[in-house]
């Protein structure tokens, strides 16, 4: 089955650490996405990427960092430097350009900061 | 810059109620029209989409008609079921879809049997 996977979908960390979050697609999509959901929330985008080897910021991307050295996978890492880290990581990805603006998404992965 | 502005929730509903859940939309061009729901602890679901004015979307009881004239796209459903309680979130892509989607804030649903 196509589909986004991230994994893991609980994640522990020790404050001061670096983690990495995976999103991995199967869709053959060129674009990719990395949203944080805090409780009661809405969305809000860090990072994006519409192609291999490229990426831009989002309206929050101060203490993360991303790459994407392959189409089908988007590591998002929250550095020590975010400051509040704790919340729900959405990844999604979407087919490029009209007609295939429908962005799907992973199951997320929920960061606890201890 | 493009913008969705929904209604703020929550609302709650008892079992078999009509559902309205208004959404307007600011945007250049003709942007598409989206609806996502996200059950908790899951990640977002399509619900239904329209791309041009005068398109109806519609899946599992739920419709929106994509208004031009209002720049709406309500989300509407003629008997709402305990199992629909869920957030919400309506959403645009602009005219040439290769920028990320715009979304609102959100609205929470809860059916009461």
């Known amino acids: 089955d196509g589909g986004i996977t991230q994994s893991p979908k609980y994640l522990f960390r020790k404050e001061g650490q670096n983690v990495t979050l995976s999103c991995e697609q199967n869709l053959n999509h060129d674009a990719m996405y990395w949203y944080r959901q805090d409780p009661g929330q809405g969305l809000r985008l860090i990072y994006y990427?519409?192609?291999?080897?490229?990426?831009q910021k989002g309206d929050i991307a101060e203490g993360y960092s991303v790459s994407r050295e392959k189409k089908e996978s988007f590591p998002l890492t929250v550095t020590s430097a975010q400051k509040n880290p704790t919340a729900f990581y959405l990844c999604?990805?979407?087919?490029?350009?009209?007609?295939?603006?429908?962005?799907?998404f992973g199951p997320g992965t929920r960061l606890t900061v201890l | 810059g493009d913008s969705v502005t929904q209604m703020e929730g929550p609302v709650t509903l008892s079992e078999e109620a009509f559902l309205t859940i208004n959404c307007t939309y600011t945007?250049?061009?003709?942007?598409?029209l989206f609806w996502y729901v996200q059950y908790p602890g899951e990640g977002l679901q399509l619900l239904l989409k329209?791309?041009?004015?005068?398109d109806k979307g519609s899946n599992k009881g739920f419709e929106a008609t994509y208004r031009k004239e209002t720049t709406s796209f309500h989300l509407e459903k003629g008997s709402v079921q305990v199992s629909d309680s869920a957030v919400y979130f309506c959403?645009?892509?602009?005219?040439?879809?290769?920028?990320?989607?715009?979304f609102g804030k959100g609205t929470r649903l809860s059916v009461i049997a």
């Open positions: 329209a791309t041009k004015a005068d």
């Open positions: 990427s519409q192609i291999v080897n490229d990426f």
């Open positions: 945007a250049t061009g003709y942007p598409s």
């Open positions: 959403a645009l892509s602009d005219w040439d879809g290769n920028t990320p989607l715009v």
């Open positions: 999604a990805s979407k087919g490029g350009g009209r007609g295939t603006d429908t962005q799907y």
